[in-house]
Structures are given as C-alpha cells and as structure tokens.
C-alpha cells in the first residue's frame, strides 16, 4: 500500500508571496491533517479534513487555509508569506472514520523556506 | 491549559546503556497518548497508541508505559539505530492533537 505522499518536497519563496502544498492521504483514508513543524515550536496542528470538511483548526492566522477533495486529496495555502513561515509542512492520513485515536500515518513533508 | 512536555530535550547513550523517556501531560479526559519517532528529514512513524493507564505495549527494545499523569519510553539495550527523536502526542478535547517538543536520542556505537 502506498504511504502518505506530499509535494513538493523543498519550496522556496520570498516574502509576500503565496504558496499551495499537496497531499495524497493513503488509499481509503478520508481524514487528512497538516502540521507545521519547527524547531522552537515543535509540531503544531494546522487542520484536519474528513470528507471534504474542514473538522478542526488550530491556532493559525487566516493567512493558512486548506480544502479536500472528492478523492481524499488535500492542499494547504498559505497567503502572504512571512520569514516565520519557514518550516517543515507534514501532513498525516489516518484510516477508520473519526476516532481520534486512529493511528496517523505521516507523509515526508514539504520543507518551506521563505527568503 | 492542555499541555504536553517531554523531558529529557536531547540524550545521548553509549549502545547497550538502557534508559527512559518522558512524557507528562496536563489534558482532561485523556483518550489516548501517541508515540512518534521521527528520523531527521522524515515524518513522524507511529510507534504506540496507549489508552488508559497500567497499559503497556512493546515493539523491539521499545517499552512505553501509562500513567494517569505520564508516559515512559524505555529503550532497552539500544543500538545506533535507535537514533531518532521520540515525540509523545494526545488529543485533548476537541479533537486537536497536541505533540511534545520531543526528545533527541542518540545512540553511540
């Protein structure tokens, strides 16, 4: 079975600009996360989608916004692109409806510089 | 306010040296607590999910344990593969899970 998948792996961007992540969830999964991951942070949870809904949000500016397709394939958007911004994206998958206590399979990740 | 705190921060042990990790937690109505280990460049792979305290669950030389207010990662007799950092996660009320900051491990042959 095919993992998580994401792309694409390293962005670059200046600040100002805009940037759209992708995630393909394991076959037959339907809930899809994002994480941003930093070093002084750690990972901190952005949104999850079950079935095209948008089910959670953390605590994020509106500058990052995020859909779900028909397909279980999802997409972040980050608008306006801050130098704190810069960090690692991951995004988990996870199998079995909504139990939150599912384990999450998480793809590689997008690294994001913002220059 | 929930919280998740993972100590040590980083740890470094001669191979064979057997040791713990921790993870203390400050959420109500625990339903869960989740390992992690990530290795650099990579995402995290799941390792445990532990539901209630007493409970334990093993895999290879990885033993992680519950209680009402931690977990413990014991890592008996590692190998320099074991290197890795371990990140303990559990979802609060509402659905949004909360990770620590992990703990960096590193194993000398």
């Known amino acids: 079975k095919a993992g998580v998948t994401q792309t694409p792996r390293y962005l670059i961007k200046t600040r100002g600009q805009q940037v759209t992540l992708s995630c393909s969830p394991i076959?037959?999964?339907?809930?899809v996360s994002w994480y941003q991951q930093t070093p002084g942070q750690g990972l901190q949870f952005l949104f999850e989608?079950?079935?095209?809904?948008?089910?959670n949000k953390g605590n994020f500016p509106g500058r990052f916004s995020g859909r779900q397709f028909s397909n279980s394939r999802s997409e972040m958007n980050v608008s306006t692109l801050e130098l704190g911004d810069s960090a690692l994206y991951l995004c988990?998958?996870?199998?079995?409806?909504?139990?939150?206590?599912?384990?999450?399979?998480f793809g590689p990740g997008t690294r994001l510089t913002v220059l | 306010e929930d919280q998740v705190t993972q100590s040590p921060e980083a740890l470094r042990l001669q191979e064979g040296e057997s040791s713990s990790l921790n993870c203390s937690y400050t959420v109500s109505g625990l339903r869960g607590l989740f390992w992690y280990r990530q290795d650099p460049g990579k995402g995290p792979e799941f390792l445990f999910t532990?539901?209630?305290a007493g409970e334990e669950k093993e895999k290879e030389r990885l033993k992680a344990t519950l209680t009402k207010k931690e977990s413990f990662l014991h890592i008996t007799a590692p190998k320099p593969e074991d290197s890795a950092t371990y990140l303990c996660?559990?979802?609060?009320?509402?659905?949004?899970?909360?990770f620590g900051k992990g703990t960096r491990l590193h194993i000398l042959p």
């Open positions: 996660a559990v979802p609060p009320p509402g659905d949004k899970i909360i």
């Open positions: 988990a998958s996870r199998g079995g409806g909504l139990a939150i206590y599912n384990e999450q399979f």
């Open positions: 076959s037959g999964h339907r809930s």
């Open positions: 532990l539901y209630s």
């Open positions: 989608y079950f079935s095209e809904t948008q089910r």
